[in-house]
Protein backbone atom coordinates (compact mmCIF):
# COMPACT_ATOMS: atom_id res chain seq x y z
CA UNK A 1 0.00 0.00 0.00
CA UNK A 2 1.47 3.47 -0.81
CA UNK A 3 1.44 6.26 1.50
CA UNK A 4 0.15 9.60 1.02
CA UNK A 5 3.97 10.53 0.92
CA UNK A 6 4.22 8.28 -2.41
CA UNK A 7 1.25 9.49 -4.03
CA UNK A 8 1.59 12.77 -3.85
CA UNK A 9 5.14 12.06 -4.79
CA UNK A 10 3.41 10.33 -8.32
CA UNK A 11 1.26 12.87 -9.07
CA UNK A 12 3.99 15.79 -8.67
CA UNK A 13 5.96 13.72 -10.81
CA UNK A 14 2.93 13.15 -13.27
CA UNK A 15 2.10 16.59 -13.85
CA UNK A 16 5.69 17.90 -14.14
CA UNK A 17 5.70 15.19 -17.02
CA UNK A 18 2.51 16.29 -18.28
CA UNK A 19 3.65 20.04 -18.21
CA UNK A 20 6.86 19.48 -20.22
CA UNK A 21 4.89 17.27 -23.00
CA UNK A 22 2.33 20.24 -23.12
CA UNK A 23 5.36 22.84 -23.44
CA UNK A 24 7.52 20.82 -25.56
CA UNK A 25 4.27 20.67 -28.34
CA UNK A 26 4.57 24.19 -28.13
CA UNK A 27 8.21 24.38 -29.74
CA UNK A 28 6.30 23.76 -32.74
CA UNK A 29 5.39 26.49 -35.25
CA UNK A 30 2.01 25.72 -36.48
CA UNK A 31 0.25 28.83 -37.56
CA UNK A 32 -1.59 29.75 -34.16
CA UNK A 33 1.53 30.69 -32.89
CA UNK A 34 1.74 33.59 -34.98
CA UNK A 35 -0.10 36.55 -33.94
CA UNK A 36 -1.03 39.21 -36.10
CA UNK A 37 0.13 42.88 -35.42
CA UNK A 38 -2.37 45.22 -34.53
CA UNK A 39 -0.76 48.49 -34.17
CA UNK A 40 -0.09 50.45 -37.58
CA UNK A 41 3.28 51.39 -37.15
CA UNK A 42 6.57 49.26 -35.38
CA UNK A 43 7.80 50.53 -32.52
CA UNK A 44 11.31 52.11 -32.69
CA UNK A 45 14.58 50.42 -32.81
CA UNK A 46 17.99 52.16 -33.31
CA UNK A 47 20.85 49.99 -31.57
CA UNK A 48 24.69 48.57 -32.14
CA UNK A 49 26.41 45.68 -33.48
CA UNK A 50 28.63 44.00 -31.45
CA UNK A 51 31.49 46.40 -34.06
CA UNK A 52 29.51 49.31 -32.87
CA UNK A 53 28.03 49.88 -35.75
CA UNK A 54 24.50 51.56 -35.00
CA UNK A 55 21.36 49.99 -36.69
CA UNK A 56 17.75 50.62 -37.08
CA UNK A 57 14.68 49.46 -38.40
CA UNK A 58 14.57 52.06 -41.64
CA UNK A 59 18.07 49.87 -42.35
CA UNK A 60 16.10 46.97 -43.74
CA UNK A 61 13.32 48.58 -45.50
CA UNK A 62 12.40 46.44 -48.40
CA UNK A 63 13.66 42.92 -46.95
CA UNK A 64 11.61 40.51 -44.82
CA UNK A 65 13.34 40.81 -41.04
CA UNK A 66 12.87 38.28 -38.49
CA UNK A 67 13.55 39.76 -35.15
CA UNK A 68 14.35 37.74 -32.12
CA UNK A 69 15.20 38.87 -28.37
CA UNK A 70 17.04 36.80 -26.57
CA UNK A 71 19.75 36.24 -24.03
CA UNK A 72 22.56 34.17 -23.45
CA UNK A 73 21.35 32.93 -20.30
CA UNK A 74 17.98 31.60 -21.58
CA UNK A 75 17.92 28.15 -22.69
CA UNK A 76 14.68 28.22 -25.07
CA UNK A 77 16.52 31.18 -26.71
CA UNK A 78 19.72 29.24 -27.42
CA UNK A 79 17.97 26.12 -28.65
CA UNK A 80 15.64 28.63 -31.01
CA UNK A 81 18.51 29.43 -32.75
CA UNK A 82 19.71 26.48 -34.91
CA UNK A 83 16.46 26.55 -36.30
CA UNK A 84 16.74 30.36 -37.07
CA UNK A 85 20.16 29.63 -38.65
CA UNK A 86 18.45 26.91 -41.02
CA UNK A 87 16.11 29.24 -41.92
CA UNK A 88 18.47 31.49 -42.77
CA UNK A 89 20.17 29.00 -44.95
CA UNK A 90 16.71 27.90 -46.64
CA UNK A 91 16.23 31.52 -48.05
CA UNK A 92 19.73 32.52 -48.87
CA UNK A 93 19.49 35.03 -52.05
CA UNK A 94 16.08 36.17 -50.46
CA UNK A 95 15.43 39.76 -49.16
CA UNK A 96 15.69 37.96 -45.17
CA UNK A 97 17.79 39.35 -42.20
CA UNK A 98 17.48 38.02 -38.72
CA UNK A 99 18.05 40.27 -35.84
CA UNK A 100 19.34 38.99 -32.61
CA UNK A 101 18.20 41.65 -29.56
CA UNK A 102 20.38 40.50 -27.08
CA UNK A 103 18.29 41.51 -23.91
CA UNK A 104 20.32 43.74 -21.77
CA UNK A 105 23.60 42.01 -21.09
CA UNK A 106 27.02 43.13 -21.45
CA UNK A 107 29.28 42.93 -24.70
CA UNK A 108 31.95 40.81 -23.85
CA UNK A 109 29.26 38.31 -22.70
CA UNK A 110 27.65 38.44 -25.81
CA UNK A 111 30.60 38.23 -27.89
CA UNK A 112 32.23 35.19 -25.61
CA UNK A 113 28.17 33.57 -26.80
CA UNK A 114 28.98 35.00 -30.74
CA UNK A 115 32.74 32.95 -30.51
CA UNK A 116 31.65 29.73 -29.91
CA UNK A 117 29.83 28.85 -32.56
CA UNK A 118 28.45 30.04 -35.95
CA UNK A 119 25.32 32.22 -35.65
CA UNK A 120 25.02 33.64 -39.00
CA UNK A 121 22.94 36.61 -37.90
CA UNK A 122 23.41 40.25 -36.79
CA UNK A 123 23.60 40.53 -33.21
CA UNK A 124 22.55 43.87 -31.60
CA UNK A 125 23.38 45.17 -28.22
CA UNK A 126 20.14 46.58 -25.76
CA UNK A 127 22.39 47.19 -22.76
CA UNK A 128 19.82 49.31 -21.57
CA UNK A 129 16.33 47.08 -22.55
CA UNK A 130 14.84 49.98 -24.43
CA UNK A 131 13.91 47.82 -26.79
CA UNK A 132 11.93 45.28 -25.18
CA UNK A 133 10.04 47.65 -23.42
CA UNK A 134 9.19 49.88 -26.63
CA UNK A 135 8.07 46.50 -27.82
CA UNK A 136 6.66 45.34 -24.97
CA UNK A 137 8.48 42.04 -24.38
CA UNK A 138 7.81 40.39 -21.49
CA UNK A 139 8.84 36.52 -22.49
CA UNK A 140 12.03 35.32 -23.88
CA UNK A 141 12.77 34.57 -26.51
CA UNK A 142 9.94 36.73 -28.16
CA UNK A 143 9.85 37.40 -32.09
CA UNK A 144 8.47 39.47 -34.61
CA UNK A 145 8.00 39.27 -38.28
CA UNK A 146 8.19 42.81 -40.54
CA UNK A 147 7.24 42.75 -44.07
CA UNK A 148 9.23 44.49 -46.67
CA UNK A 149 7.07 47.69 -46.07
CA UNK A 150 8.61 48.10 -42.74
CA UNK A 151 5.01 47.44 -40.74
CA UNK A 152 5.14 44.43 -38.29
CA UNK A 153 3.40 41.60 -39.10
CA UNK A 154 3.36 39.03 -36.84
CA UNK A 155 4.57 38.40 -33.39
CA UNK A 156 5.50 34.95 -31.76
CA UNK A 157 5.60 34.40 -28.25
CA UNK A 158 8.03 31.46 -26.77
CA UNK A 159 10.30 29.61 -28.70
CA UNK A 160 9.18 27.87 -31.59
CA UNK A 161 10.79 25.77 -34.87
CA UNK A 162 11.85 28.31 -37.37
CA UNK A 163 12.59 25.58 -39.76
CA UNK A 164 9.04 24.03 -39.58
CA UNK A 165 7.19 24.21 -42.97
CA UNK A 166 4.59 26.49 -41.56
CA UNK A 167 7.40 28.83 -40.39
CA UNK A 168 9.19 28.91 -43.69
CA UNK A 169 5.51 29.10 -45.18
CA UNK A 170 4.32 32.18 -42.94
CA UNK A 171 7.88 33.72 -43.83
CA UNK A 172 7.88 33.17 -47.52
CA UNK A 173 4.41 34.55 -47.60
CA UNK A 174 5.59 38.03 -46.87
CA UNK A 175 8.58 37.30 -49.74
CA UNK A 176 5.85 38.13 -51.82
Same mark, same amino acid.
Given at each position: MRSRRDIR????? =??? %????? =???? +? %? =?? &????????? /??AAPPLALSDLTGQAHTLADYRDRVVLMNFWATW? /??CRAE????QKLQERLAGRPFTVLLVNYGEARARVADFANRGPIGARILLDPDQDAPRAWRV? %????SFLIG? &? =?? %? +?YGVIGEIDWASDDAIEVVQGLLR
Open positions: IALIL =GAA %VCLAL =GLAG +R %V =GA &DRARFIAWK /EPC /EPMASIR %VLPSP &D =GR %V +R
